[in-house]
């Protein structure tokens, strides 16, 4: 078989398949009469890996096997293309993850001692679901815990080919910005309280002021009701004096009533006499 043909062949399969392939399951794509070795499939993976500087896709090895992949320059484009968001995982996820990775194999209880908090059954379960971890074994101790430690699929996730890949601790410490997301270092935080603290003076100053020219503005209001009041007070007294002085029989009645009743007595006087004097001249 011709080299270009055995590229193309393989080529096709990687772009066919939806997972990474080993180059056992590539050789096995052969017939034996075709006599078609590992190296032979090597060298072409890795011509295929070469044909594809400067071009969108690449050809990456990864634990399980060969496959194609956007480049992550142009993946913010092609990620477009599908409606969902990417997964976005919880610090006590990450953090359980990365214990896993770097101190496998390791216990729940192992865990909880160096994070300091209880491990979420939940986490577990999502971990597990993605097939990042499974149990590899047990610890002879009482109880006979399991010993958690990543998968392959974990290392194909990562884009990684073995665990010897992974970042160094030393590496990971010298990060100015490890992940911005999760904003471990807390400077932002730490900014905003600054910001909100400075603000605080000002803040009270204004405050202050606006008191302050609320009680020297005179208020019309208050002025009116305090008239008012004033006022009702005076009728209120007035009234009472009124009472006082018919309760005590002070009162007098109004002159002009007191005239039109003496008036009313001298005409019955003068009716009386008027009627003697005729008594008289009758006698």
């Not at 398949?17 to 499939?41: H, K, Q, V, W």
């Not at 953090?95 to 939940?122: C, D, K, M, N, W």
Request: contains cysteine; charged residues 35%; negative net charge.
């Amino acid at each position: 078989m011709e080299f270009k043909q055995l590229k193309n062949i393989l080529e096709a399969a990687l772009l066919a398949s939806t997972m990474p392939m080993s180059i056992a399951r590539l050789s096995a794509l052969f017939d034996e009469e075709e006599n078609i070795a590992n190296g032979d499939i090597g060298k072409a993976l890795e011509a295929l890996h070469e044909e594809c500087e400067g071009r969108g896709v690449e050809l990456v090895e990864v634990a399980s096997g060969y496959r194609y992949q956007v480049r992550q320059d142009v993946y913010s484009w092609v990620a477009k293309m599908w409606a969902e968001r990417p997964s976005r995982y919880s610090r006590a996820l990450l953090e359980t993850l990365a214990l896993i990775a770097y101190r496998q194999p390791i216990t729940r209880g192992e865990i909880e001692a160096v994070r300091g908090v209880a491990v979420s059954s939940s986490i577990i379960k999502t971990l597990e679901e993605r097939e990042w971890i499974r149990v590899v074994g047990h610890r002879d101790v009482p109880g006979r815990p399991g010993l958690y430690g990543t998968t392959r699929d974990f290392l194909d996730y990562f884009n990684l080919k073995s665990l010897d890949q992974l970042p160094s601790l030393a590496e990971i410490r010298d990060m100015e910005d490890f992940d911005p997301q999760l904003d471990l270092d807390g400077d932002k935080d730490e900014d905003r309280a600054a910001t909100a603290h400075a603000a605080l003076p000002d803040q009270a100053d204004e405050e202050a002021q606006e008191r302050a020219e609320a009680n020297a503005a005179p208020d019309e209001t208050d002025g009116a009701a305090d008239t008012e009041h004033d006022d009702t007070a005076d009728t209120a007294a007035d009234a009472s004096a009124d009472a006082d002085a018919v309760q005590a029989g002070d009162h007098h009645p109004e002159p002009q009533a007191t005239a039109d009743e003496a008036q009313a007595h001298a005409d019955d006087d003068d009716t009386v006499s008027a009627d003697e004097d005729t008594e008289e001249n009758r006698a």
